[in-house]
């Protein structure tokens, strides 16, 4: 699954005028929004213009309370009102952009976007969001290094630059792709993003330096991706939770079961529905606050963990009944340490199911430039083994949709012996 370019960070109101009404009430406006009062922020901003009609700082901060609010089109209007009033400045520019956007005015976001990085060359918020909506993703890649350039310390550009590159290397552009992404590594040599994906594009083999993606890795990634993720899975069609739990009910996990659980790596969240009938105590854990975050919200779960999957599951000896891992071991490549430690948490006779990507190039495995790792059958039925468990089903699945194409996945379910 190809990481989506992510939602805008928050920006500020503009400053107030200093003096009369409309300015007094544009700054009691400013004071109200940020104490998360919204909506009376618009009514005392609508009071401001009803004085004052030109008041440019007025409009574009009642357009962006529109915009935030989900009024794009308004927002917009808001925006655009300020600048023939002559408020020409970076940040309304872009706050513009975000409302065409969300308005879904892709060509007038874009407008907005340039204009805002014309007027402030260093504005990487404005050339980030230009990325976001480049096409081809060559166009993307040069936008987002350059967003790096003038603002090294905008994380958020990082996973979109590693998506930009995952299409462009699928896109035919491969020596491409690995040149920026070896100009990355070199930029930012200790980013954990550009660690994990740039080695992949410039070798090229799927070699690594590591057999595993990093924590730091993970917890960005997924961080950043929290919010959009349900949605994005949801159109890639991805099935993993209820394949995993036809294979568990295949083996004996019914309802009313009284099992105690475990939702390792749970994210959001998506497999908590299928688990919950069966537990008598169901848990997660995650790296990723920000996705636990969203598994929260669910109510289904009676513990939920922020912690490394491997070091989670030492500590908890002979705890569980059921380890779930949907899409979780594809963040590992060498599957040795983490199903010994499943092993271990896990009670006599309980049952491990999870999936991972398929490999078919003769390796044992590898990491693939989107980031995750792929699996050679035959070691995963290896390593399954090695770990004490004992195999009950390995077979082949369709985990999602990338590019209208299907992933290839196995599904595999194994017993502690």
């Known amino acids: 699954m190809t990481e989506p370019s992510l939602p805008r960070r928050p920006s500020r109101l503009a400053r107030p005028s200093a003096g009369g009404d409309a300015g007094l009430l544009n700054e009691r406006a400013i004071r109200t929004a940020a104490a998360g009062d919204a909506g009376g922020a618009a009514c005392l901003l609508r009071a401001a213009l009803a004085c004052d009609p030109t008041h440019g700082e007025a409009w574009t901060n009642l357009g962006k309370l529109l915009a935030d609010g989900g009024e794009g089109a308004a927002g917009a209007a808001g925006h655009a009102r300020a ?17 065409r956007r969300q308005a879904g005015d892709r060509a007038g976001a874009a407008t907005a976007f340039r204009a805002a990085a014309v007027m402030a060359p260093d504005h990487g918020d404005a050339l980030n969001s230009l990325g976001n909506l480049a096409e081809p993703p060559g166009a993307a890649v040069a936008l987002y290094l350059r967003a790096l350039r003038v603002q090294p310390g905008l994380g958020i550009v990082h996973g979109n630059l590693a998506g930009a590159l995952y299409r462009l290397h699928q896109s035919g ?88 659980v475990l939702d ?56 569980f009944d059921v380890i779930l891992a949907a899409d979780v ?14 092993r271990a948490g896990l009670r006599p006779g309980g049952l491990l199911a999870f999936t991972v990507e398929r490999l078919a190039d003769g390796r044992p495995y590898r990491v693939n430039p989107h980031g995750r790792y792929a699996h050679a ?31 290839a996945g196995l599904l595999v379910t194994a017993r502690h012996r």
Not at 84 to 99: D, K, Q, T
Not at 193 to 202: E, G
Not at 216 to 239: H, I, N, P, S
Not at 391 to 403: C, D, I, K, Q
């Open 329 to 342: 071991l594809c963040y590992f490549g060498d599957l040795a340490e983490v199903l010994a430690a499943a």
């Open 173 to 260: 552009g491969a020596a491409e792709a690995a040149r920026a992404a070896a100009l990355w590594l070199a930029a930012f040599p200790d980013d954990p993003t550009a660690r994990h994906i740039a080695p992949a594009l410039i070798r090229g083999d799927g070699g690594a330096a590591e057999t595993r993606a990093s924590d730091a890795y993970v917890r960005t990634t997924f961080d950043q991706f929290a919010d959009a993720f349900e949605d994005t899975l949801t159109a890639l069609g991805y099935c993993a939770p209820q394949r995993l739990a036809e294979a568990m009910a295949a083996e004996g996990v019914e309802p009313e079961s009284g099992l105690s």
């Open 377 to 407: 059958p035959g070691y995963v039925e290896a390593a399954v083994e090695g770990a004490g468990l004992r195999l009950s089903v390995l077979r082949g699945e369709v985990l999602r949709h990338e590019g209208g194409q299907p992933v």
């Open 264 to 319: 390792a790596g749970c994210g959001t969240g998506l497999c908590a529905p299928f688990l919950r009938p069966a537990a008598l105590w169901l848990e997660g854990v995650d790296l990723s606050g920000g996705m636990l975050e969203q598994a929260r919200a669910r109510g289904l779960y009676d513990r939920l963990t922020e912690a490394e999957l491997t070091a989670f599951l030492t500590r908890h000896p002979a705890r």
């Open 83 to 99: 600048l023939r009033l002559g408020l020409w400045h970076p940040l309304v520019l872009f706050n513009l952009g975000v409302a």
